[in-house]
């Protein structure tokens, strides 16, 4: 929308300040009109680990709204995933042509609008007093910015939606700060809560529009962090799942023995504490095989630990494998089975739910959120080995049918918690509303 044209009119006709809400608002739902252009922004994207947030940009799609996907990198990572490798060619990087894009869009940006600029620096010279990283690593997240602005004036983008509250959210800052659009950002736990006073929450929740706690102890973190009369930009937004990821009635019968670990191979994922109950497992009950689904910086420690307990031919670790192969390692385990020291609630979870697979699991953050024990799954306390091998014993022990019960009641409680077009319709509706308030402002000025 042209900026002059608005203000004449306001001016021309007088009309009330809730004439062009009204006026947005019809023009965000009818047929054939322009949809909202808003922009996704993440350190890395695609990400293999990151699966939910590409599931997330799609489902935002399907509510009528053109997304531009917006990255700091990852234009070279190795991606397996078809899905992944059709975003990585849709995504524009800021890093991709080195640095001196990057100084020519401060240049022009600094001359163009030189307070602002000032306001900018200055917010990213304050994120990087007791910050992570010195100062010139917060000098290049501007610079970074100063191009994404450009980016988004050419889309026409009109709200800024990060993920994860490290720098992707600074940098959206940063861009609001130089005269961009309005932004929010997606905060998931546990790393963003375990250095919040070096990431600043506070400032760049104090600067968004809203920010998404994917759950409610997430939410209760974020409180924490936040400024009292910034608790109420804090909403709920789940990880969700598309209806293809549930499987069906009929669910296949799994593999007797086999369980199933699902994820990056690293210190929080409790991979070790895991072998090691798995090796007391096997002393109990033989014939079991564990799966590990998934890499990391961890791998060398991890078969390490798997020779010296001689489990080279009871566990297999697969690498990094694709969300269908993920789908298929789940369906062919009787549970999935993940000893988090530290998590908020990892997604796979939710898939090995909507897949009619109980879990077994630990007391950490949100996760008691979803698994209830006895009817979903088995909790036990993180690190501790012996509950861990008593609640793999009990469910390699049960019936087909108890383990169908548990399953089916997974299912039910993840559709109901975690359906991914509910979560979007939730985060379109903030999206438009602040959209309008944005177009309201500029009516205005």
Request: hydrophobic residues 45%.
């Amino acid at each position: 929308m042209d900026r002059e044209t608005p203000s004449t009119a306001f001016t021309e006709n007088k009309t009330s300040t809730a004439e062009p809400h009204a006026r947005s608002a019809a023009a965000a739902t009818q047929p054939g009109a322009e949809p909202l252009r808003i922009a996704y922004l993440v350190n890395q994207y695609p990400k293999v680990s990151h699966t939910f947030i590409r599931r997330e940009i799609l489902a935002v799609e399907r509510q009528g709204i053109a997304v531009e996907r917006v990255a700091i990198r990852g234009w070279d990572a190795e991606v397996v995933d078809a899905e992944d490798i059709a975003e990585q060619a849709r995504t524009r990087y800021a890093l991709k042509g080195g640095m001196l894009p990057l100084l020519k869009a401060s240049w022009r940006t600094l001359l163009a609008s030189p307070r602002q600029f000032a306001n900018a620096l200055r917010e990213a010279l304050r994120m990087s007093w007791g910050g992570e990283r010195s100062a010139p690593y917060h000098l290049i997240y501007l610079a970074e910015a100063c191009l994404i602005l450009e980016w988004l004036r050419e889309a026409d983008v009109k709200h800024v939606h990060a993920h994860f509250g490290t720098n992707s959210a600074e940098v959206a800052t940063l861009v609001h700060l130089l005269g961009g659009p309005a932004y929010s950002f997606t905060v998931h736990g546990p790393d963003e809560f375990d250095k919040a006073h070096c990431l600043h929450l506070d400032k760049k929740i104090g600067h968004a529009k809203f920010v998404a706690a994917v759950n409610s102890y997430c939410r209760a973190q974020l409180f924490r962090r936040a400024n009292l009369t910034d608790w109420g930009k804090i909403k709920i937004v789940h990880c969700g799942l598309e209806p293809e990821f549930r499987a069906t009635s009929e669910s296949p019968e799994p593999t007797k023995g086999r369980l199933v670990c699902v994820g990056r191979l690293c210190e929080q994922k409790g991979q070790l504490v895991l072998l090691d109950a798995f090796s007391e497992l096997r002393k109990r009950i033989g014939g079991s095989h564990l799966v590990l689904a998934g890499d990391g910086e961890m791998r060398p420690e991890i078969e390490a630990r798997i020779a010296t307990l001689d489990l080279s031919g009871a566990v297999t670790i697969t690498g990094w494998i694709s969300s269908a192969a993920v789908r298929d390692e789940i369906l062919a385990a009787e549970a999935l089975v993940l000893p988090s020291f530290q998590e908020s609630l990892p997604v796979v979870i939710m898939e090995a739910m909507a897949l009619r697979r109980p879990v077994i699991t630990t007391y950490v953050a949100g996760i008691p959120e979803l698994v209830i024990p006895g009817e979903t799954g088995w909790l036990v306390p993180a690190a501790a080995i012996t509950p861990l091998v008593d609640a793999m014993e009990a469910c390699l022990t049960s019936s087909p049918e108890a383990l169908k019960r548990m399953g089916d009641a997974g299912y039910a409680r993840v559709v109901g918690r975690h359906d991914i077009d509910k979560e979007a319709e939730k985060l379109a509706r903030l999206f438009k509303s602040n959209a309008i308030g944005r177009e309201i402002e500029e009516w205005h000025s």
